[in-house]
Every structure is written in structure tokens, then in C-alpha cells.
């Protein structure tokens, strides 16, 4: 079949506003799916062109021209340029691009093409399309660039527009060589202020250091370096500008751009100056304009047009930075995109909605609809059961289009609601729609213009997936992921009721009918996905079988709506792999398997009588052929069963005959990038083809071509067609006028204000309505979800029958229920009233156990619950409790506690402390190691001097200012409090990092031994307190004994431990602190009952004891009485005083009771001693308690200021370890600083390398080019020598006139250059620089008429004119090729300049880098020497003025007491030297006078010495002459000599003990830094064998793709330097021969100059 037919585009509809161009004057094009779509503005009539790629990506158009290009899409996508109308193919474009193109553009001043491409090379490349090659290319351009714009005036110069940038490519020429330079534009700020790049400044050394060290970049800070570092750079130091969105060229070359924020900015190209002609914050700007984001421009005569707010369009005249809006147009709907025609007569604007309209402002101001196809995605097509061939789709937000057979859009219908499917009846001209909300629609097509909602019903809460009519137009079925399949009557006479439903075994993925005719029967196949799964494939096929009549009566539906196994026969099928797509043939399946990626087809069992609707048969593929590339993939067959189509994600409609599925046809309808193809079906002849792209927004029309052989296939198809046309139309015909009756939708009932029997389903004696009407059209449609489906109704209507149909029951056991009720209350009442043993338990009035017993073990499921979910919480909180134990307590080794005072608030808090980790423990070590092999090495050298003429009264003043320079010089307390670390560094030779981060070690470890001292007294003093807690307890002991005894109510003062002072009280819970009642688990409660019972049995065993009782009362259980008691001791008056008065007592008795009255005295006495004694005491413990207490304040007090002490010296030591750190820190950004220095100054010196190589070339080729210009110049010049030679048989006033004629030339236009502007920008094609040739034809086509007959002077002969003639041509040809290297020559001047300029530059930058980089050194230098060092001051030792409340000590001077006092002596002692000098002055200047003539003497002696000095220099003696005359003076010569050569030994000893010291150092520095090395060394022969085998492979990879390359390099690499040497050779052999001759004139300048003795004498 693939070689015997055919697949033709016969229209493609849809328009997705992505670009779109003019192509010529009155014609557009733009893209949809994967074709280019070229609609005529006059006459509408529209064509198509299929790319010959995958896809369409960026596309672009040139309308002067016709040309127009696309890119592909796919991975090395190429251009592809074509011309309009004739479709040919001018070139393909094959560049570096790896994914895909972001834009391209097509200039106006020749056949130069630009394009940029995506990620990830980012590349700009300007192509010649005519001969395909690339002109320039410059890679990592176009990372943000969303359109390219060549000026129409110069092709050379290019607009990149990017998400948020602007930039201006110019492409500088010289002869055959193009380069891109860019100019990014400086946009001004959000704000409309112009700011400049914020570019951090070199640093240079300053006179005045700073206090915090030298300020770095953040680039230095972060530790950034290369282009990163540059990148991060630019964003952090660049505040936020406007977002370009739309940019527009003008006649002068400049810009106009429109911004996001609503500006309107003008750019000149030239000098990259920018402009505000509107500001919509300023107070003037104009209203209309404020709320435009200008996101359209375009430039017409009359000014420029912009787009506004929404649906406005303004027409703007600009003069200057004044704007005044001429003109405006207001459309329904939003307009997006706006542009000019190529003769600037007709405007073109579109909308994302898929509207374009057409303006001709010569014409009238009128918009015209050019098109209007909607927008959005295409959820489904199919074409009408008619011979209209009429096609209706629908999309994403609800909108049904009609679709004439020209692809023309005939009318259409907003349903304002999500769709999901679509099915067209064959017995009636509607659809039915399905909508995410679970509604079926159906809509009347037959008045094409106006299609109409006639019906609704609500079938479910789910999407309708599917819906299929089956061939014969009896009935529609729903399918969805609800398992439920619908069952509707698809005649409009049967109101399209609902007939029933069936359930299939888990969610529908495809649906598909069969009409079998000779059985009168139809079958459903559907593919479910299986119970429990949510895959989108399944293996379940399902086939349903119902009979074609009257399915209405109840013996075929049950109460519910459920159909009846009597009329539905079920056939449950499995295949081994899962399915994504069946369809039913006429016995077998056709089915696509995603993950074996074939189509497979499937032999349904003839005989499936005996086969149970619960048995599943196992279905195996009978054939398997290969699907498509790309799935899932869903197919369709064709009407007369014989065709197949399947189409894909990857964008393919393929069509298959099914007896021979191998063979298809196959074309690219869709981009696979859009996600393919959703939908496909057939007409009713099978010859026609529509699918709808998945999100390419476009639909294709196709009709399928066979040849040959099986074209009897085609009328098979056709008869068909006929056939099933002839039976379907007696049906039709019925049918389509009742549709044609029924009025619309929410408008009225269908059969006026009565209900009819269609409109009700009948129920057993029960009819429910089931097209009850909302008070709104919109909320029909929307069908919320608490909207009641059919099924709904259907029970609810059952469930209103059974309750009418029993009500009376009902009311019987209600009335019966109730009266039981009631006895059982009154019963319940009297239970209550009754005594306890008959009394009865309310459980046994309870009638309903099980039902009891069902909400008790609610009841207990629900506790069950809640105490999981509070055991899961506890749970969660000790998992943190004992996370955050482990974290903050049980790891430190010190936990943090607090002392608190007795009598005051004071409190002590201790340092909590972590035990040190071995790695700290381990670098302390390494440290102290380290410093004590440097103390050792230091004593060796160090001597220490003392003064032996200072008294000791000095000494001890020294040893005072010693110990006070240690504790200021230190910087810190903790030598004094006796915890310093005897391997400290000294503050002033903390030179060297590694220095500085072992002192930060050993004062961390000092600060630790701070705390750990301190900890040590805490723990003491805690320890005290707890011992006087103890001792306080003990004592109020005592004093409640003493008041208990006293009977008194004395408030006794109790302290004890707060929760600070004992932090573990923390963890545990005491039962005071818990709010609620405790929950004891059952085994807890059987322990405490066990206990009470104990406790009852062991006070029953004690039992009542008399003896113990009377013990009791009498002796309060004790046998004596002690002192302690006295105080409740009372003495019994005798018995008769209570019996007798006084005046019956006899002698006896009034003795006895003068005893008793003494008695009672007596113990009253001692009773008042006791109590005093007892009171004493009580005083003293409380004394004693205060005492105690008091002291134990003292000693915190004491211990606070110890704390405080300790809490200086360790902020001290912090303060220390901060300015440490951040030395380290500055010391590692200026060495981060200087790397990023050095590889700018790397880069900019290679660079500048290749700046160099690149001009001396172009200086050559200027050269070259030069000289060709000269001569041909000179042959130029040669014409005009040889005029009257060539005309020397001519008379000479004839060859004069000829010479007249020879020099005139015609008048046309003059050439101009590549920067030269067109002063019409509208109507004729711009000249440029590429045009420069075609002056030569041009000027021969003008001297044609020079050269015309009638133009021959009087007496020149025609064959002499000829001649003329032909001379003169060669001379214009000759001018014209003189002209054309003029401009080359200036062109590649110019280039040359601009190289020079940049190697200027590159120069200059590397120099400013040199200097930043020594500035740098310095810096560096500086602030390592200018140590910060940390003093400890006492007040009057500080010379600084303090008027200030924090004082600056930036200029001050840190100076010893020594230092101070040695400059006051010296002071002194230089006062008494003034005053005896002046006195020795005084006396001196009376010799003056008597020295003056000495003076003259002397002057006379001076000038006679030098007379002899003059004549000794003038002698010349010989060796032996000098050696005579020194030899009286020779031994004291020797002895000077000696002398002088024992100093210098002596001085070169020394010198070389301090060279060998310093050699010493430095041997240990370089053995240190060679530990380092070595580390790394290992760490890098670790990586070696890694890094060896990848060069190995790279140098294999160059030895392999480069041999001959480096073959030829070498040999010329040799070559020179063979030259090199030979020239070498000869400059050194002539530079050889020009010193001898030197060498023998300097010989003779000397022998002229000093004349021997014997010349002298010979004289």
C-alpha cells in the first residue's frame, strides 16, 4: 500500500499568534503544526506547505524580496529558504545549532540571513542563503535573545532583542572577511533614571591605611575567579532595568523600544544613546498611554504605531520627546502583534485568540476580519455523516467549529465549558459532546451558520472520555474512568434517553462500537485498565452485545437503570501485554501495545454461547507488526472495516489495509514536539482523513489517494458509502426534521408546558423527570458536582416509590415502635425509685444488644484511635526530648548551672562546656610541638643584655615596667589570672598566615583553661552551698521542735535549690506538676487495688488492743518523764479542794494544799526557766543561720568578681581571635584578588596576542590590496595618455571634440556606501553595500544612449565612432572597477583602524591591570607588615584627645615609658650643650680676624697644588717606575693592607653567621612548605593515572583528526626557524666585523689622546 497510494494535505486550519509574516504585498504566512500556512489578504483563498523537516520552529519572512525561511525541529535542525509563490527550495542552512533555532530574520539589502540558536552553544550566525555559506558566526551570544531584527537601511547592523537586554550587532567587512562586534545597550532603570554600570574600581595604596585593612571586590570576598566571577559581578553590581519587549527600526537607523513597565524608549545605533519620549510616571504623561506595555511597534509615514492597553492601537507622532497620539483604533478583542505590508499600504494585526484583521488607511479607517479560527487547543474532530463532507471540532474551552470542505469556518458555538470528546450521528445532522463535568451534549448542526444546544443529561462526576456511535446510528455510548458505560437512544424522536448502563471491570481507556446487520445486533468493545489500577494502559477487553430493537421495557432494565443479562451479553477477554488502544472489527481487534511498541491483531472466538460472562478467555495476537516511533498511539478504522489508521505522539497518520497490515502510507500531520496527534477519523466514504494536533493548536484536513492495483479497495469504500447512505436515509429523513423541531436549549420544554412521555423514564408504575432545568443557561453546562447524574435520580426516584408503596407499614411500626418506647421510660423511672436489691441494672432494659454492642465498639474504635494517635505524638516528642538531651546536654561536659545568693538576687552562672574533640585535641598538640622546636631553635641565638651601672632601686622599677608591658603588651588579663599558654606568639611577630592560625589554636585553648578554672571554684562554691542548705535544714529542724514545744506560730525561712541551681530536676516529673487525672492501664489498676486490700488486712490484724490504749491515755505511750515534757506536766489538786470549801478544811487538809500551792509554784517557775532556755536557743540557730548564710553571700560576691575578671579576659582573647580571623580573611581575598588580577591580565595579554596576529595580517592585506588599486589606477590613468594615439588617423580638432565626449558621462544614480541612509524608507529597495556591482550595469545601460547614432559629431566616420565608442566603455568599465576598489580599499582601511584602536585599548587595559596588580603587592605588603595588635591601657597613659565619647586611635602613635623618658633626657642634655656652645662662639669669633689672612694663604698654597697635581696627572710612568718610587713606603702599604684585609674578613665572618641564620630559617620555611607540596603531590599522583589516561585519549583524539595538520606545521615551523638561524648567523658575522673596527679606532682615539714619555722628549 505504501507505493500504490497517497496521502494529500487538502486544507489545515488553526492559528496560534506564534509568528507571523508578510511573504508579498496582500499575502501572510504562518505557521501551524508542522506546515506553513499562506493566506491572501484580498481574496482569503489560502495554501499550504508541509515542511520537509520535522516540524516548524522559528520562521520568518522577507515580502520585498518573497523570500521566506524556517527552521526545523529536531536535534541539528537546519534553515530552510524558499520563495513565495513558486514553493522552490533556494538553499538548506545546516549550521552548528544542536537543538533548536530561537529566531531568524532576512534583511532588505540582500541575500544575508541571521539566526540564533538555543541553548547550548547560544550562537549568532549571519548566512548567505544564496550560496549557504555562513558569513560571520559568534558564539555564546544569544543567551536571552528572543528576536532578531536586521535595519532595513544597513544590512551590516543587527538588533538582538533579549528578555532583558538590548544589543546592537554590527558587522565590520573587509573584503571577503565579516566579524560581529556587539554594542549591548545601558537601558535606564525601572524608574526611568539613567544609571551607569556600577564597576567596582581598581585599588590603589593610600597614605592613610584603612583600619579594617584594604577594601576588596565581592568577586575577591566570595572567592570567585574567570567569567564567573564576571557574570556575578555584573548582576550584583547593576541595579534592576526596564524589560524590553518590542523594538522597532526607523528611516534614520535609529530605535524605538517599547518596555514592560510602560516606557517608550528611542536608542540612536550610532552612539548607543538612549532617550524617553514617554514616561508613564512622569505627571504629563498622556492617559491613554499609561497602562500600554507598547509589546507592538511598527513605523509607517505617518508616524508610529503602538499597541495600547488591551484592544487599542494608537498611532503616535514623535517630535523629539513630545508625543501626540493622531489617531486610534479599538478592536472586540486583544491585539498582540502588529506590522506593515512591504509597501506600507496595509496593516496587519493578530490576536492570541486566532483573530487577524486588516487595515488600508488609503482606503478607509475600517478594520476588516481577515481570519477567525478561535484559539486553543483542539480536543477532537470528526466529519458529518453527509456528503457535505462538513467537519466539526472542538476545543479546549468549550468552543464547537463547523469546517466547510475548503476549510472555511462556517459557524460556531462557545459551550463555555470544558469538552473531552466528540461523536457525530450518522442518522441525524447533531453531535454529542462530552464535558469534564460528566455531561453529554447535544448540539443541531443542520443550520450550519448558527449551530444550537438542544439537550443535556448528567450522566456522571467524571469526565466523559468517551463517546461512539455505532454504525447503524442506534445507539451512543458513554465511557469513563467511573467503569460505567451508558447506554442512549441516538434517535432525537426518543428525546435521546438514557436506556441504562452496565459496569466493566475498572476504568474505560478506549471505546469502540460494530454493527453487525445480519444478526441484527451491536457490539461494544471496551479496554479497561483493571480493578485497582490507575495505569493508562490495560489487558482487560470487554465485549458487549446488544440486540437492535426497543430496549425500553423492564424485563431489559432493572429498577435502577442497570441492563439486564436477558439483552446484554458480556464477553470478558485477557492479553498478555497491556494495551493503550483497540478498536472492534468484524470478528478480531485491532490493538497497539505501547511497551512492545506493534500493532497486534486479535481473533475473537466465534463461539462464546458456552462461555460464561465471568469467564476470562486469553486472547494471543494472530499478527504483530511495528507501530510508530513515538507513542501512545490510537487507532481507527475506516467505515467499510478495511482500512486501519493509526496516529501517534510522534505526529504521524499512517494508514494500513488489515488484511496485509505490514504495507502503509504514511504523512507528517503534526510536530511530534507538540505532542503529535489526539484525534483522528474517517468520512463516511473512508477517503477523507481529519486529526487534530495535541498542542500545536491546528487541524489537518487529508484525503487519501490510492493507485494501481488497489484502487478496488476505493470503490469498495464508495459502494460502501452508497449502501450504508441508502438504508441511513429513510431514517434520516425521519429523524432530522424532529431535531429540526426542537427548540434550544434553557428556551422552553420540548412539547410546550406539558411533560412528555420521552422526557420521563419509566420505573415500574413510576415515571421521574429527568431534564429538569437550571434557572441558567451557564449552569447547565458547568454541571457542578453537587448536581444530581441519571443514576441519582434513578435510585432516589426508586427509593420515592418503595417509601409510597409501604408508607402504611411504615406508619404502623413507627406508631408501634413509639408506644414501646414510652412504656420502657416509664419503666426505667420506676427502676429508679426502687431499693437496691431490687434494683435493676440499666443494660437490662436495653432491647437492641446488638445494636449496643456495634456503638461500644464504635465507641472503644474511636478511643483506640485517639490513643494511638496520643501515643504516636508522645512518641514524636520523646524522639525530640531525647534528641535534644543528647544534643544539649548530654554532650557537654560541663552542664550549665547557676549559684543564687541567700539575701539578694545575685546570682553566678558557670560556662557550660563541650569536651574537645581528638581533632582539636590533636591540633592543639601539633601546635605546642611546633612552638616548642621554635623556642628551643630561638634560645640558641637569643642573648640577653642588662645593665650592670642601674641601682637597684632601677632594677625594680624595670621589673615594675616589665610586668606592666607584658599585661599591656599581651592585650589580655589571662596572664595575670595564671592561665596563659606559654607557646604564645608574640603580637608583633604574628607575620605569616600559618602564625596566625596557631595563635588562634592556643587562645582558644587559653580561653578553655579560663573557664575550666573558673568551673573548678563554681563547683566549690556550689558544693558549700549545698552544705549550708543541709546545715539550714538541720537547724530549722531544731526550731520547729522549739516552737512545737512553745506553742507558738513562728514562719520559719526555708531556702532551698531552685531549678537554675539544679538543672537535672528538669527531667523529671513530679505528680504536684501534673493538670490532669494520670491514666493507669489495666495492669496498673489490678496493682493498686492489690495494695489497698494489704493495707486493709494488715489494720484488721492489728485488731483493738486495751492495753495499748491505756497505755496510751495515761502515759502517752511512754514509760518516763523527760525534760523536753516538762512544759506539759500539770500537778492534781487534792481531791477535797474540788469536794470542800475553804472554811470545812481541816488542819490537815490546809496543809496539804499549801504543799500542792508550792508545788504548782515550783513548777511554774521551771516551767518559765524551759521556756526561756528554749527561746534562747531558737534565737541562736537563727543567728547562727543568718551568719552562715551572710558569709556564703561574701564568698559568691567574691566569686562574681572573679567571674567578671574572667568574663575581660576571654572577651579579651575573642577580641583577639576576631581580629585574627579577619586577617586571615583579608589576607585570603587580596590572594583571591590577585589570582583573579593575573588571569584577566592572562587573558587580556593573549588576546591582545591575537589582536596582533590579526593586524599584522590585515596590514598585509592592505598592502597587497593597495598595490592592486595602484596599478589598477595607473591603467586607468594609462586611457587618457592613449586616447589621441588610438585616434591618430583622425584630424586633431575631430580627436579634440571625441576627447569631450571621451570625459562626459551620463547622469545616474551615484553608488553609495555600506553607511550611507535612504531618505525613503517606504517605497524603494534600499541600496547597500552588496548592490555596489550592479553600478556597472547601471552606467553601460546609460551610455547606450550616449552611444545611440544620433549622437555622432559632423565629419566623424561611423566606423570611427564605433571605435569610440568601444574605447570609451572599456574607460567607464575601467572608472567603474576603480570606484569599486576605492570603497574596498576605504573598507579595509577602516577595519585595520578599528583592530589598531582595539590593540590600543587591549594595551591599555593590560597596563592598568599591571598597575592594579603592583598597587595590590603593595597593599598586600602593607597590611601584613601593619600588624593590629591589641593593647591594654590604664587611665593617664592615654595622650589622645577624649572629647569624643569613643575615641579615635586611627593617628595614634604607640610608644614604651622608655622611649619617652630617654627623648627627655635627651632633651636636657642638648639644652645645656646649646648654652656652652654659645658661650665657645662667643669666645671663638675673636680669632676670626686673625685667621683671615691665613685664609689667603692657603687659598694660594690651594691653587699652587693644583697647578702640581695637574702636571703628576699629566705624567705617565711605567709599572716599574711606580714600584721604584713607592718601595721607601712599602711595609706600611703592607700593613694597611693586612689591616684592611682582616676588617673585611672579620666583616664577611659576621656577614655570613647572619647569612647561614637566615639560611637556616629559610630552609625550615622551605622544608614546611615542602611537607605542603608533598601532601599535594600525593594528592595529585592520586589523581595522575586518571588525568594520564584522559590526555592519552585527547592526544590520541589530536595525533588521530590532526596528523597531517601538525605534519605541515612542524615542517614550516622548521623551516623557519632554519631562516631564523641562517639570518642570525649573518647578523652576528657582520656584527663581529663592526666591533673590530671599533675596537682598533678606540685604540687610536687613545694613543692620539695620551702621547708616551719618549714621544715627549722625542718632540
Known amino acids: 500500500m505504501d507505493e500504490s497510494g497517497s496521502l494529500e494535505v487538502r486544507w489545515i486550519q488553526g492559528f496560534t499568534n506564534k509568528s507571523i509574516e508578510f511573504v508579498d504585498n496582500k499575502t501572510v504566512c504562518y505557521p501551524s503544526g508542522s506546515h506553513i500556512c499562506f493566506l491572501n489578504l484580498e481574496t482569503k483563498m489560502q495554501s499550504v506547505l508541509q515542511s520537509p523537516g520535522r516540524g516548524i520552529g522559528a520562521l520568518t519572512a522577507n515580502g520585498n524580496s518573497r523570500i521566506f525561511a524556517f527552521s526545523e525541529q529536531k536535534l541539528s535542525p537546519s534553515i530552510f529558504v524558499y520563495i513565495f509563490p513558486d514553493f522552490q527550495l533556494k538553499n538548506e542552512l545546516k549550521g552548528t545549532a544542536q537543538l533548536d533555532y530561537t529566531s531568524l530574520t532576512l534583511s532588505d539589502g540582500g541575500p544575508y540571513l541571521g539566526c540564533c540558536s538555543s541553548v547550548p552553544d547560544h550562537t549568532i550566525t549571519v548566512w548567505n542563503w544564496e550560496n549557504a555559506e555562513p558569513i560571520c558566526t559568534q558564539p555564546q551570544a544569544g543567551h536571552d535573545v528572543i528576536s532578531l531584527v536586521f535595519n532595513p537601511l544597513n544590512w551590516l ?505 505490514e504495507r502503509y502510507i504514511e504523512l507528517q500531520c503534526h510536530s511530534c514536539h507538540d505532542g503529535g496527534v489526539r484525534s483522528v477519523s474517517f468520512s463516511a466514504d473512508s477517503q477523507t482523513l481529519l486529526t487534530a494536533g495535541f498542542k500545536d493548536g491546528s487541524l489537518v484536513c487529508t484525503n487519501l489517494r490510492i493507485k494501481g492495483g488497489d484502487a478496488g479497495t476505493v470503490n469498495e469504500a464508495t459502494q460502501y458509502s452508497q449502501s450504508m447512505g441508502h438504508s441511513l436515509k429513510i431514517i434520516f429523513n425521519t429523524e432530522n426534521p424532529i431535531l429540526t423541531d426542537w427548540p434550544e436549549w434553557g428556551q422552553g420544554s420540548p412539547c410546550g408546558t406539558e411533560k412528555s412521555e420521552e422526557s420521563q423514564v419509566s420505573v415500574g408504575f413510576k415515571t421521574v423527570d429527568v431534564t429538569e432545568q437550571d434557572d441558567s443557561y451557564n449552569s447547565l453546562l458547568s454541571a457542578p458536582p453537587s448536581h444530581p447524574t441519571w443514576l441519582e435520580n434513578r435510585r432516589e426516584a426508586v427509593i420515592d416509590e418503595d417509601n409510597e408503596q409501604y408508607s402504611e407499614t411504615k406508619k404502623n411500626l413507627r406508631k408501634t415502635i413509639k408506644e414501646l418506647r414510652d412504656t420502657i421510660q416509664e419503666m426505667m423511672r420506676e427502676n429508679e425509685n426502687l431499693p437496691d436489691i431490687e434494683h435493676l441494672e440499666q443494660q437490662e432494659f436495653n432491647l437492641d444488644v446488638e445494636e ?316 518559765e526557766k524551759y521556756k526561756k532556755s528554749l527561746e534562747t536557743e531558737m534565737r541562736k540557730l537563727q543567728a547562727s543561720t543568718k551568719d552562715a548564710t551572710e558569709r556564703f553571700d561574701e564568698t559568691l560576691t567574691k566569686l562574681f568578681e572573679k567571674k567578671v575578671k574572667c568574663e575581660m579576659a576571654i572577651y579579651q582573647e575573642e577580641l583577639k581571635i576576631t581580629y585574627l580571623v579577619h586577617s586571615v580573611l583579608v589576607e585570603e581575598e587580596i590572594r583571591n584578588r590577585e589570582l583573579e588580577l593575573k588571569l584577566r591580565l592572562e587573558k587580556t595579554v593573549a588576546h591582545k596576542g591575537e589582536i596582533e596576529e590579526d593586524v599584522k595580517r590585515h596590514e598585509e592585506e592592505v598592502e597587497l590590496f593597495h598595490e592592486t588599486y595602484d596599478s589598477t589606477v595607473a591603467e586607468d590613468k594609462v586611457f587618457d595618455k592613449e586616447f589621441r594615439k588610438e585616434f591618430f588617423d583622425v584630424p586633431s580638432h575631430v580627436v579634440d571634440q571625441l576627447y569631450k565626449l571621451f570625459k562626459r558621462r551620463p547622469r545616474v544614480q551615484k553608488m553609495r556606501t555600506q553607511t550611507d541612509n535612504n531618505s525613503n524608507l517606504f517605497k524603494e529597495q534600499h541600496l547597500c553595500g552588496s548592490q555596489a556591482p550592479d553600478g556597472l550595469g547601471k552606467m553601460l545601460k546609460a551610455m547606450e544612449e550616449l552611444d545611440a547614432p544620433e549622437n555622432i559629431p559632423e565629419g566623424v566616420n561611423p566606423s570611427i565612432w564605433e571605435r569610440f565608442c568601444q574605447v570609451r566603455r572599456i574607460k567607464v568599465e575601467s572608472e567603474q572597477k576603480v570606484k569599486v576598489k576605492a570603497l574596498t580599499l576605504a573598507e579595509m582601511q577602516a577595519f585595520l583602524q578599528k583592530r589598531r584602536d582595539e590593540d590600543k585599548a587591549a594595551q591599555q587595559e593590560i597596563k592598568n591591570l599591571s598597575d592594579e596588580l603592583e598597587s595590590l603587592h603593595k597593599e598586600k605588603n602593607r597590611f601584613l607588615m601593619d600588624i593590629m595588635v591589641q593593647v591594654l591601657l590604664k587611665q593617664g597613659q592615654v595622650e589622645v584627645s577624649t572629647t569624643d565619647l569613643t575615641a579615635d586611635y586611627t593617628d595614634s602613635v604607640l610608644l614604651h615609658r622608655s622611649v619617652v623618658e630617654d627623648h627627655n633626657r635627651t632633651i636636657r642634655t642638648l639644652g645645656e650643650q646649646k648654652i656652652a656652645s654659645m658661650v665657645e662662639c662667643k669666645d671663638f669669633r675673636k680669632g676670626i680676624i686673625q685667621l683671615q689672612w691665613e685664609h689667603k694663604m692657603m687659598e694660594m698654597q690651594i691653587e699652587d697644588l693644583n697647578n702640581k697635581a695637574r702636571d703628576i696627572q699629566m705624567l705617565r710612568l711605567s709599572e716599574e717606575q711606580q714600584d721604584y718610587l713607592n718601595k721607601t713606603g712599602r711595609d706600611s702599604c703592607v700593613s694597611k693592607q693586612v689591616s684592611s684585609l682582616e676588617k673585611t674578613i672579620a666583616f664577611q665572618e659576621k656577614t655570613h653567621q647572619q647569612s647561614v641564620q637566615h639560611r637556616i630559617k629559610k630552609i625550615k620555611q622551605l622544608k614546611r612548605q615542602a611537607a605542603k607540596k608533598a601532601e599535594k603531590n600525593v594528592n595529585v599522583e592520586q589523581q595522575l593515572p586518571n588525568l594520564l589516561v584522559t590526555v592519552a585519549e585527547r592526544r590520541h583524539i589530536c595525533e588521530a583528526t590532526a596528523s597531517e595538520e601538525n605534519q605541515a606545521a612542524k615542517t614550516e615551523e622548521r623551516y623557519q626557524e632554519i631562516v631564523q638561524r641562517k639570518n642570525l648567523e649573518d647578523l652576528v658575522r657582520a656584527q663581529a666585523e663592526e666591533l673590530a673596527l671599533l675596537w682598533a679606532e678606540v685604540e687610536r682615539l687613545r694613543m692620539k689622546n695620551f702621547p708616551s714619555l719618549d714621544q715627549l722628549k722625542h718632540n
Not at 400 to 407: E, H, N
Not at 1041 to 1046: A, Q, R, Y
Open 157 to 661: 547592523q543587527l538588533c538582538a532583542l533579549g528578555a532583558t537586554s538590548l544589543t546592537i550587532w554590527n558587522i565590520e567587512k573587509s573584503a571577503s572577511l565579516h566579524v560581529l562586534k556587539s554594542s549591548v545597550i545601558e537601558l535606564p532603570a525601572t524608574d526611568g533614571s539613567f544609571v551607569e554600570r556600577l564597576v567596582p574600581t581598581s585599588h590603589t595604596v593610600s597614605d592613610k591605611p584603612a583600619y579594617f585593612g584594604p577594601g576588596m571586590p565581592p568577586s575577591a570576598i566570595a572567592g570567585l575567579k574567570g567569567d564567573k566571577a564576571e557574570i556575578i559581578m555584573s548582576k550584583l553590581c547593576t541595579k534592576a532595568r526596564l524589560t524590553p519587549t518590542a523594538i522597532c527600526w526607523t528611516a534614520t537607523s535609529e530605535l524605538y523600544v517599547g518596555c514592560v513597565e510602560g516606557f517608550l524608549l528611542r536608542v540612536d545605533a550610532e552612539t548607543l544613546s538612549v532617550s524617553i519620549p514617554f514616561n508613564p510616571t512622569t505627571a504629563d504623561a498622556i492617559p491613554e498611554l499609561r497602562q500600554s506595555n507598547f509589546q507592538g511597534l511598527t513605523l509607517n509615514k505617518n508616524g508610529l504605531i503602538v499597541l495600547g492597553k488591551e484592544s487599542e492601537v494608537h498611532c503616535l507622532q514623535i517630535k523629539g520627546n513630545q508625543i501626540n497620539i493622531t489617531q486610534t483604533w479599538r478592536f472586540k478583542g486583544p491585539v498582540t502583534t502588529v506590522m506593515y505590508s512591504p509597501d506600507y499600504e496595509t496593516l496587519l494585526l493578530s490576536s492570541n485568540t486566532g483573530q487577524i484583521y486588516m487595515l488600508n488607511l488609503t482606503r478607509s479607517d475600517e478594520t476588516v476580519k481577515v481570519l477567525d479560527v478561535l484559539s486553543g487547543n483542539f480536543v477532537a474532530a470528526a466529519l458529518l455523516h453527509t456528503d457535505k463532507k462538513i467537519c466539526v471540532s472542538v476545543r479546549d474551552p468549550g468552543e464547537l467549529q463547523l469546517w466547510s470542505p475548503d476549510g472555511i469556518c462556517l459557524g460556531s458555538l462557545s459551550l463555555q465549558t470544558e469538552v473531552t470528546s466528540l461523536a457525530c450521528c450518522p442518522i441525524a445532522q447533531y453531535t454529542a459532546v462530552g464535558t469534564a463535568s460528566g455531561n453529554v451534549l447535544f448540539i443541531d448542526l443542520n443550520r450550519e451558520q448558527q449551530p444550537r444546544l438542544v439537550h443535556q443529561v448528567h450522566l456522571c462526576h467524571t469526565p466523559v472520555d468517551h463517546l461512539v456511535f455505532d454504525q447503524g446510528g442506534h445507539f451512543l455510548f458513554t465511557g469513563a474512568s467511573d467503569s460505567t458505560i451508558y447506554v442512549l437512544d441516538a434517535k432525537p424522536s426518543k428525546r435521546f434517553s438514557v436506556i441504562g448502563y452496565t459496569i466493566v471491570p475498572g476504568p474505560i481507556l478506549s471505546l469502540s462500537t460494530q454493527c453487525i446487520s445480519d444478526r441484527e445486533q451491536v457490539q461494544v468493545l471496551a479496554l479497561c485498565s483493571g480493578e485497582g489500577g490507575k495505569s493508562h494502559d490495560g489487558s482487560l477487553l470487554t465485549v458487549l452485545s446488544l440486540p437492535v430493537r426497543d430496549l425500553a421495557g423492564p424485563d431489559c432494565v432493572d429498577r435502577h437503570g442497570c441492563l439486564s443479562t436477558h439483552v446484554l451479553q458480556v464477553s470478558r477477554y485477557e492479553v498478555s501485554h497491556s494495551l493503550k488502544s483497540c478498536v472492534l472489527g468484524v470478528s478480531e481487534v485491532f490493538a497497539y501495545c505501547h511497551k512492545e511498541k506493534t500493532l497486534q491483531r486479535f481473533k475473537l472466538p466465534q463461539d462464546t454461547d458456552s462461555v460464561s460472562s465471568q469467564q476470562v478467555v486469553q486472547l494471543k495476537p494472530e499478527q504483530e507488526v511495528r507501530g510508530h516511533p513515538l507513542g501512545p498511539v490510537s487507532l481507527v478504522l475506516s467505515p467499510h472495516q478495511l482500512w486501519l489508521a493509526s496516529v501517534g505522539r510522534d505526529g504521524l497518520l499512517r494508514i494500513r489495509e488489515t488484511a496485509s497490515m
Open 852 to 1167: 449496643q454492642r456495634r456503638l461500644e465498639a464504635m465507641v472503644e474504635e474511636e478511643v483506640t484511635r485517639v490513643r494511638n494517635e496520643i501515643k504516636w505524638e508522645i512518641l514524636e516528642k520523646s524522639y525530640l526530648h531525647d534528641v535534644l538531651k543528647r544534643e544539649c546536654w548530654d554532650s557537654m561536659k560541663v552542664k550549665g548551672k547557676a549559684i543564687k545568693a541567700f539575701h539578694s538576687e545575685h546570682e553566678v552562672k558557670n560556662y557550660p562546656l563541650k569536651a574537645r574533640t581528638e581533632k582539636e585535641m590533636e591540633d592543639l598538640r601539633r601546635v605546642q610541638n611546633m612552638r616548642k622546636f621554635e623556642k628551643a631553635a630561638c634560645t640558641h641565638s637569643s642573648l640577653r643584655k642588662s645593665s650592670n651601672t642601674t641601682s637597684a632601686k632601677e632594677e625594680e622599677r624595670g621589673e615594675e615596667g616589665h610586668e606592666a608591658e607584658s599585661a599591656a603588651v599581651t592585650g589580655s588579663l589571662s596572664a595575670q589570672l595564671g592561665y596563659s599558654n606559654p607557646y604564645l606568639h608574640d603580637q608583633f611577630s604574628l607575620q605569616t598566615t600559618e602564625q596566625r592560625i596557631n595563635q588562634i589554636i592556643l587562645l582558644q585553648d587559653v580561653i578553655y583553661r579560663i573557664k575550666t578554672a573558673f568551673n573548678a571554684d563554681f563547683e566549690a562554691v556550689h558544693r558549700q552551698k549545698v552544705q549550708e542548705l543541709n546545715r539550714v535544714k538541720e537547724r530549722n529542724r531544731h526550731i520547729r521542735g522549739i516552737v512545737l514545744e512553745l506553742d507558738i506560730t513562728e514562719k520559719l525561712w526555708e531556702p532551698s535549690l531552685t531549678i537554675s541551681e539544679q538543672p537535672e530536676r528538669l527531667f523529671t516529673v513530679d505528680d504536684s506538676e501534673m493538670t490532669a487525672e494520670k491514666y493507669l492501664t489495666p495492669e496498673q489498676k489490678k496493682e493498686e487495688e492489690r495494695k489497698k486490700l494489704e493495707e486493709q488486712r494488715r489494720l484488721a490484724a492489728r485488731g483493738d488492743n486495751p492495753r495499748d490504749r491505756a497505755l496510751d491515755d495515761m502515759m502517752d505511750r511512754v514509760l518516763e518523764v523527760k525534760k523536753e515534757d516538762i512544759l506539759k506536766m500539770e500537778i492534781p489538786p487534792p481531791e477535797f479542794v474540788l469536794t470542800k470549801p475553804g472554811i470545812h478544811w481541816s488542819e490537815e487538809e490546809k496543809k496539804v494544799y499549801k504543799e500542792y500551792e508550792k508545788k504548782t509554784k515550783d513548777l511554774s517557775e521551771e516551767k
